[in-house]
């Protein structure tokens, strides 16, 4: 197994702190010469030397305690903030409904289908985008498939949906003028457990709002299948690896 090359990380590290020290040290100046105060004013309310001082301002309070450092931010009434940046091998904060996304784009590579991710459904508003929009050319059909790690407020989802099927009906017949378009949608859930809770306290609702079988959406998402006529409702693992019928018997 490869050293960690630890010369490389004493040497960065020592650079970092240099630069650091420099700006907050030229930060506490500026504040200090902002109220008026000497280097022994401002040491006197942070309960330090007038010495102590003098080396911050310098760049050189590397060897201060960072309670000291705290004593210094109250002084000036102000906040000290001390964190790590955000870690580059951290999870997107939207790492579960891309997982959805990430699968229905591949599968309908698969399939042979033509595939945006967040086509603006409004060109003159980027904001309004759907999920994932899928193009098969032999049947002239524009899918919509909107992709819920977490669903919240579902009358609102549910009208959201209806727009944004309207939108692309409309768009769908400048992609193919001298074609009869179709346009079909189904909402893809990650099947966590409170999205199986609430689907299951909501029957009725859910039922009602997609008609379509889930079977056959599932069928239709995974290969290259006509979709049924009417929106379904699909569940999606929760690591994003295959998808499976809401509704056993539809």
């Given at each position: 197994?490869?050293?960690?090359?630890?010369?490389?990380?004493?040497?960065?590290?020592?650079?970092?702190?240099?630069?650091?020290?420099?700006?907050?040290?030229?930060?506490?100046?500026?504040?200090?010469?902002?109220?008026?105060?000497?280097?022994?004013?401002?040491?006197?309310?942070?309960?330090?030397?007038?010495?102590?001082?003098?080396?911050?301002?310098?760049?050189?309070?590397?060897?201060?305690?960072?309670?000291?450092?705290?004593?210094?931010?109250?002084?000036?009434?102000?906040?000290?903030?001390?964190?790590?940046?955000?870690?580059?091998?951290?999870?997107?904060?939207?790492?579960?409904?891309?997982?959805?996304?990430?699968?229905?784009?591949?599968?309908?590579?698969?399939?042979?289908?033509?595939?945006?991710?967040?086509?603006?459904?409004?060109?003159?508003?980027?904001?309004?985008?759907?999920?994932?929009?899928?193009?098969?050319?032999?049947r002239a059909m524009l899918v919509l498939v909107?992709?819920?790690?977490?669903?919240?407020?579902?009358?609102?989802?549910?009208?959201?949906?209806?727009?944004?099927?309207?939108?692309?009906?409309?768009?769908?017949?400048?992609?193919?003028?001298?074609?009869?378009?179709?346009?079909?949608?189904?909402?893809?859930?990650?099947?966590?457990?409170?999205?199986?809770?609430?689907?299951?306290?909501?029957?009725?609702?859910?039922?009602t709002r997609f008609p379509g079988s889930s079977?056959?959406?599932?069928?239709?998402?995974?290969?290259?299948?006509?979709?049924?006529?009417?929106?379904?409702?699909?569940?999606?693992?929760?690591?994003?690896?295959?998808?499976?019928?809401?509704?056993?018997?539809?």
């Amino acid at each position: 197994m490869t050293r960690p090359r630890v010369s490389h990380v004493f040497a960065e590290a020592a650079r970092r702190e240099r630069a650091l020290l420099a700006e907050l040290g030229a930060d506490v100046r500026g504040s200090r010469v902002r109220r008026h105060w000497t280097q022994r004013q401002l040491a006197s309310r942070a309960g330090m030397s007038q010495s102590g001082v003098s080396e911050i301002e310098r760049g050189l309070g590397g060897p201060l305690s960072l309670a000291t450092w705290e004593r210094l931010a109250v002084a000036l009434d102000r906040q000290l903030s001390v964190r790590f940046s955000r870690d580059p091998h951290d999870e997107p904060v939207d790492a579960g409904h891309l997982l959805v996304q990430e699968l229905i784009l591949r599968l309908a590579r698969n399939a042979g289908r033509g595939r945006s991710f967040e086509l603006p459904t409004r060109p003159g508003d980027p904001a309004l985008s759907a999920d994932v929009c899928l193009r098969d050319e032999r049947r002239a059909m524009l899918v919509l498939v909107e992709c819920w790690n977490t669903i919240t407020d579902i009358g609102a989802s549910a009208r959201s949906f209806d727009r944004k099927l309207a939108d692309i009906r409309s768009a769908s017949v400048a992609v193919w003028p001298e074609r009869d378009p179709q346009v079909r949608g189904c909402w893809v859930v990650r099947a966590t457990r409170r999205n199986r809770t609430l689907v299951g306290r909501y029957p009725e609702v859910f039922a009602t709002r997609f008609p379509g079988s889930s079977r056959g959406w599932t069928r239709a998402l995974a290969a290259d299948e006509a979709p049924p006529r009417d929106p379904g409702l699909v569940w999606c693992d929760v690591p994003g690896t295959r998808l499976y019928a809401w509704r056993a018997r539809a």
